[in-house]
């Protein structure tokens, strides 16, 4: 079956623009994570979706960071007024939940370059 | 908090030779514990998976890992590697109850030929 998607797979805006990355989760997969990777740096957390429960946030680095999921499928991941730290490489996971074992599955990513 | 330490950033050894890198975790009860292997350019792959049970898992590619609970470590292992096992690991803990995982820093491997 189909694994997680991510688009678009490379971006480069200017500094001060609005970008929009979107994950396409597996089918069933009730549970949806994005993380940062920052060059030499591990994975950050920044937000997860799990059903229809409210999203957990805590790590959104700031207020122009937001995300969404629609029909608890594909979610789009949004950041306002970009800025060069902001330059990174973002993935999506998305878990069955606590019946099937809890791993991740991740996506590509969507390397990100604010200029 | 939870958290997760990965002491060692880079590691290199010969193709070959054996190896283990090192994972420590801060939980007091027993964690879901993972290994992940970044490829370049490539997303992150599960290697191997603990739970409960047998301490010593088997994962893909050869790699093993132990978890000792004395220690609050899970270090992975692979006997003899391969230079296509060069790339970035994480190890990572999943708390039971929440769906949150933390992960290490990496470990970057290079296999010398």
């Known amino acids: 079956g189909a694994g ?14 609005d970008v929009e990355l979107r994950c396409d989760p597996i089918s069933g997969h009730t549970a949806l994570y994005w993380y940062r990777q920052s060059l030499g740096q591990g994975l950050e957390f920044l937000i997860y979706f799990q ?10 680095p700031s207020d122009r960071f ?15 007024r970009t800025q ?9 996971a998305s878990s069955g939940g606590q019946g099937r074992g809890y791993e991740q599955y991740f996506g590509p990513g969507t390397r990100l370059t604010v200029t | 908090a939870q958290s997760v330490t990965q002491p060692d950033i880079h590691i290199t050894v010969s193709e070959g030779a054996s190896l283990e890198l090192r994972c420590n975790y801060s939980y007091g009860a027993t964690p ?3 290994w992940y292997v970044q490829s370049p350019g490539q997303g992150l792959q599960l290697l191997l998976k603990y739970f409960s049970g047998d301490t010593l898992v088997q994962g893909i590619k050869g790699f093993e890992a132990e978890f000792k609970r004395s220690q609050s470590s899970f ?35 290079k296999v010398l030929a």
């Open chain 1, 4 to 17: 997680v998607s991510q688009s678009p797979s490379n971006k480069v805006t200017e500094k001060g623009k």
């Open chain 1, 51 to 60: 059903g229809n429960s409210a999203p957990d946030k805590s790590g959104l």
């Open chain 1, 66 to 80: 937001s995300a969404e999921r629609t029909g608890g499928s594909v979610s789009t991941l949004t950041i306002q």
């Open chain 1, 84 to 92: 060069q730290e902001d330059s990174a490489v973002y993935l999506c």
């Open chain 2, 32 to 34: 879901y514990l993972f």
């Open chain 2, 75 to 109: 270090n992975l292992r692979k006997p003899s590697v391969h230079w296509s096992d060069a790339a970035e690991y994480f190890c990572a803990v999943h708390t039971s109850g929440t769906y949150k995982y933390i992960f290490g820093t990496g470990t970057r491997l």
